[in-house]
């Protein structure tokens, strides 16, 4: 008994030290926190918490919070600072997204991963005890800043009508500095389904004067992901001929290329939204308060169309699918897709792209959102790329394959051409513009 006992006290003054420690430093790194010494104090108190539950609570617990710790001090350390939208973007990894980078790594990882789960589970189980004493206490002195973040959250809620679980805890975030603020927000993250209907909107921002005549009758914006402009051969890169097409395009004088232009955001979730609507950083409101571009070109009588490869649900994919659900006709991996099959390959859009380019109806808005060179680079690469650029890295191989992509876009354009066509290619993170005017198209590449 007293062995256990030992072993008991040991394991809960053990845990509550690397915590304590981890939570300290990670409160140091998390940007837009409220870094109150005594909050830290007090949420470092969640593991002596958790680690008195008793042997059938704590082994669940105590793990789950320990491997969360270590990977937040893991982020707090490697770049420096721990932001929202980083756990938006972690959280808002698509299922294929996460299988592609799991398997881009040695199989070993996973494996010693799931050996140290099972391990400190087993540790845990065999270390713990229920105490009371302590959990009363520590359970009291958590209690109090966890109030006080529900609080403040709960007065966000009622100045802005938000009741999602992901704007409640990301409020609580601020709050609550550190690990556990983390912890709390990505909950929130995972349990949030903000399906936000796409009412039509009364209010038109006053950058709006009226309506123009001499209407194009058919524009496309295609809007890429990931393209770095440096490694485009259209904007001076030499290692690989990366975009061989946009390249003879700008040789012949048929491509305007536009350089100084640099990305409104690094992140999907905030840069698409900016390129269709008025939300910015400063007026994040405008994104569900105003008119966004698919319900203007409707209301200047175009039939709207946004055939995409990405997904719109979930916090980080939300802020787009939300827009693109304004469109007259819409179609995503995960939306009116039952007999387009629509995947995360951008090639499985160009029957759908086809087949709407064919609408006979008089004026058409498209908004083509490729899925580009996520990673895994060699999940964005065919057959065809690789013999192209046999010596070059898988990135440099998903250029290309964009590059063809967009040459088939281009080429449907063309062939359903009986007027004037104008067109748009956004590649975010890009950090420069191109753009073709002729009788027939003109294509627009620029910062996402």
């Known amino acids: 008994m007293r062995n256990i006992l030992s072993r008991n006290v040991l394991f809960i003054i053990c845990v509550s030290v690397i915590f304590g420690f981890i939570n300290f430093y990670v409160a140091g790194h998390d940007a837009d926190v409220s870094p109150s010494v005594l909050k830290k104090s007090m949420l470092s108190l969640l593991m002596p918490f958790l680690a008195s539950l008793g042997c059938f609570l704590s082994p669940i617990f105590v793990p789950i919070l320990l ?3 270590l990977f937040d001090f893991y982020l707090a350390y490697k770049y420096g600072l721990v932001t929202r939208s980083m756990l938006q973007a972690i959280m808002g990894t698509n299922t294929h997204q996460a299988i592609s980078m799991v398997s881009s790594v040695s199989i070993l990882l996973p494996v010693v991963l799931l050996l140290v789960i099972v391990g400190m589970i087993v540790l845990t189980w065999k270390s713990v005890r229920f105490r009371p004493v302590l959990f009363l206490v520590t ?11 529900l609080k403040h959250s709960r007065a966000h809620e009622l100045q802005f009508r938000s009741i999602q679980s992901a704007e409640i805890t990301s409020y609580m975030r601020i709050y609550l500095p550190g690990v556990v603020g983390d912890f709390v927000y990505m909950i929130g993250l995972g349990l949030s389904n903000d399906n936000r209907p796409a009412v039509p909107h009364t209010r038109t921002d006053p950058a709006i004067t009226g309506k123009a005549a001499g209407k194009r009758r058919n524009i496309v914006l295609v809007v890429g992901e990931s393209a770095f402009a440096d490694r485009h051969t259209t904007y001076g890169y030499t290692a690989q001929n990366t975009t061989p097409i946009m390249k003879a395009m700008a040789d012949k004088g048929d491509l305007c290329v536009i350089h100084q232009a640099h990305s409104s955001a690094n992140m999907t979730r905030a840069a698409v939204p900016m390129l269709v609507s008025f939300y910015d950083p400063d007026h994040q409101e405008k994104l569900y308060g105003e008119k966004n571009l698919i319900e203007l070109a409707r209301d200047n009588g175009y039939r709207t169309f946004w ?13 787009f699918g939300y827009l693109s659900e304004f469109s007259d006709y819409v179609t995503r991996q995960d939306y009116n897709n039952a007999t387009n099959h ?23 808005f498209f908004v083509i959102h490729l899925m580009g060179s996520h990673e895994s680079y060699s999940d964005d690469r065919t057959e065809e790329d690789i013999k192209a650029l046999p010596d070059a890295d898988p990135y440099d191989q998903s250029l290309h394959r964009t590059d063809r992509i967009l040459q088939q876009i281009i080429a449907m354009a ?5 007027r004037p066509l104008w067109a748009a290619l956004i590649m975010r993170p890009a950090c420069a513009v191109y753009s073709r005017v002729s009788s027939s198209m003109a294509t627009v590449r620029g910062a996402g």
């Open 307 to 319: 055939i995409a490869s990405q997904p719109g649900r979930g916090e980080y994919a939300r802020t």
């Open 139 to 149: 359970g009291a002195l958590v209690i109090v800043p966890m109030h006080a973040a």
């Open 342 to 364: 629509v995947t995360w390959r951008d090639e499985s859009l160009l029957p759908v792209i086809k087949e709407k380019f064919a609408d006979p109806v008089s004026q058409k």
């Open 414 to 418: 063309d062939r359903e051409r009986n």
């Open 67 to 69: 491997l969360f710790a």
